[in-house]
């Protein structure tokens, strides 16, 4: 069975602090892995799709990068903007496979 | 840029009641889906929907149906509403099932609340 695990549940950073949000999976075969953002109220807006080990993606202050059981998404010097729920999922190789998803990490930035 | 619209935004149910979620999608996509959001857990497929014409069980299934009403709508139905399905819906669509670069477009979600 697919499993995602994101960490910590919650972080608090002020602003300018870099940080890191973590994602640990296990899957049978990857076919990707998603980085998704969730503003209170709103539905998960798409941010990265990694598919393969040493993958890197930016963008503005995000970088996603992806291991054999991890993922990162790395944010640098944050603003409050920044604020949100982020998600994690990975869809594993296989016919009509599906997302699985974490339970997210709520991200809040202070002035 | 509507992208995936639902509808409605708020509902408030009584139990036992039925409705039905509309879903709309303005992207040319094959494939979409229903998700229900909970505290503490993380988004749970109900039902989703290949292609026009074929709908399949996701993970959360009992007490939902669903209809690919055509390749731009996929509705969401309570059919007798129990306060286990209190929670957001989201709708969700993707150019194909399965695949690489196959991304999910989210709609803004549908808070319902059964008493």
């Known amino acids: 069975e697919d499993q995602v695990t994101q960490s910590p549940e919650a972080l608090r950073l002020q602003e300018g602090e870099s940080s890191s949000l973590n994602c640990s999976y296990t899957v049978s075969g990857l076919r990707g892995l998603f980085w998704y953002r969730q503003d209170p109220g709103k539905g998960p807006e798409f941010l990265f799709t990694?598919?393969?080990a040493g993958e890197e993606k930016e963008k503005e202050r995000l970088k996603a990068t992806l291991t054999k059981k991890e993922s990162f998404l790395h944010i640098t010097a944050p603003k409050p903007e920044d604020s949100a729920t982020y998600l994690c999922?990975?869809?594993?190789?296989?016919?009509?496979?599906?997302?699985?998803f974490g339970k997210g990490i709520t991200l809040s930035v202070r002035p | 840029n509507a992208g995936v619209t639902q509808t409605p935004k708020f509902q408030v149910l009584k139990t036992g009641q039925s409705m039905t979620l509309q879903c709309a999608q303005d992207?040319?996509?094959?494939?979409m889906y229903w998700y229900r959001q909970d505290p503490g857990m993380g988004l749970r497929l109900i039902y989703y929907s290949a292609s026009e014409g074929t709908t399949d069980k996701g993970e959360v299934p009992n007490g939902y149906n669903v209809s690919r009403l055509n390749k731009r709508e996929f509705s969401l139905r309570l059919e007798s509403a129990a306060p286990s399905q209190t929670s957001v819906y989201f709708c969700a669509s993707s150019e194909y099932p399965s695949g690489a670069g196959n991304t999910i477009y989210f709609g803004e979600g549908s808070w319902l609340t059964v008493v």
């Open positions: 999922a990975v869809q594993a190789t296989g016919a009509n496979s599906k997302l699985t």
């Open positions: 992207m040319n996509h094959n494939s």
């Open positions: 990694l598919y393969s």
